[in-house]
C-alpha cells in the first residue's frame, strides 16, 4: 500500500493528524527533500527506509515501490504542501494504477494558505476580489499558451504564483502588461511557516526590485492583488441587516 501525504506548508506541526500517523507507521517513506521540512522525518520509526526522491526519476520511485510492495511493506509518498499543486503525482498513480499497487491521498496545508496565514490576509475579500488564480510564470517547464500571466492577470484577481521567484524580471512586465497597476500591493512569502520564514512586502512596479536585492531564488510564493491593501466592503454574512438561512436581518 502506497500513501500519498501532504507535508504540509512547512512547520513540521502543520501535517495532518492523519499524516502524522501515515508516516509514523510507514516502513519506507519517499519525501521530496529539496522541499519538505526534515524535521517532518522525526515523525518516522526507528528502522524506517528514506529515500530522497530530490534524486530520483520517476522511474527510480516507482522501483523503490514495487520492491516494498514485494516485500509487504508500506510506503508514504511525502510531498511538499498538498500534494495537488504542482505536486507530479498523476504520473506516479498511473504507473501505480499500471502495476495494480493500491494507493491512497492525504491532503495537505498548501503553502499559499500558509502565506495568507503568515501575512494575515485575507484572498476573497468582498468588493474586492472573489477569486484566487494559482499558477506559476513560464520558466524552463512551458504553460499553456492562454495561460499567460498577462492573461490571467486581466482579471484582476488575487493571483498567487508558484515557482516563479527567479523569473521576477518577467513576471513583473507580464503582469503590468495584463492590467495590475505598478502600486498593487504584493508580497512575497519565503519558506511559508518554517522557523527561518521570510515576508516581504512591495508593489507590481518594485516586485523585481525587491525580490533581486532580498536574494531570493526559490522557495517564496509571490502574492499579488488589492487583497492586501486597506480597501473592502464588509461582509454580507455578518452584517446585522442582512437575513439568512439562520437570523432575520434587522430594518
Known amino acids: 500500500m502506497v500513501h500519498f501525504v501532504g507535508a504540509g506548508s512547512g512547520a513540521a506541526d502543520l501535517i495532518t493528524v492523519r499524516g502524522a500517523r501515515l508516516l509514523s507507521e510507514a516502513d519506507v517513506v519517499i519525501w521530496a527533500g529539496s522541499l519538505v ?3 517532518l522525518l522525526s515523525y518516522c520509526k526507528s528502522g524506517c527506509e528514506i529515500h530522497d526522491s530530490a534524486e530520483l526519476t520517476l522511474e527510480q520511485v516507482i522501483d523503490i515501490v514495487k520492491s516494498a510492495e514485494a516485500e509487504g511493506k508500506t510506503t508514504v509518498r511525502l510531498h511538499t504542501g498538498d500534494s495537488s ?14 502495476l495494480g499497487v493500491s494507493y491512497d491521498v492525504t491532503p495537505g496545508v498548501s503553502s499559499f494558505c500558509g502565506a495568507a496565514a503568515s501575512l494575515k490576509a485575507e484572498y476573497t475579500l468582498p468588493g474586492v476580489s472573489q477569486t484566487v488564480i494559482i499558477t506559476r510564470a513560464a520558466g524552463r517547464t512551458p504553460v499553456p499558451e492562454r495561460e499567460s500571466i498577462a492573461s490571467l492577470a486581466s482579471h484582476g484577481a488575487t493571483m498567487v504564483l508558484f515557482l516563479s ?20 500591493p504584493a508580497a512575497v512569502v519565503h519558506k511559508a511557516t518554517w ?6 512586502r512591495c508593489t507590481v512596479g518594485t516586485l523585481h526590485k525587491t525580490v533581486t536585492e532580498a536574494g531570493l531564488r526559490k522557495t517564496s510564493l509571490i ?4 487583497c492586501m491593501g486597506d480597501e473592502y466592503l464588509r461582509s ?14 434587522s430594518e
Open 195 to 200: 522557523p527561518d520564514e521570510r515576508i516581504i
Open 85 to 98: 499543486i504542482y505536486g507530479a503525482v498523476r504520473e506516479q498513480f498511473d504507473e501505480l494504477d499500471k
Open 165 to 184: 521567484t527567479s523569473l521576477t524580471d518577467k513576471l513583473q512586465r507580464e503582469l503590468l502588461e495584463g492590467g495590475y497597476d505598478e502600486s498593487t
Open 223 to 226: 502574492i499579488v492583488g488589492g
Open 236 to 249: 454580507l454574512l455578518y452584517d446585522p441587516t442582512f437575513t439568512t438561512e439562520f437570523r432575520k436581518g
Open 37 to 39: 521540512n526534515p524535521e
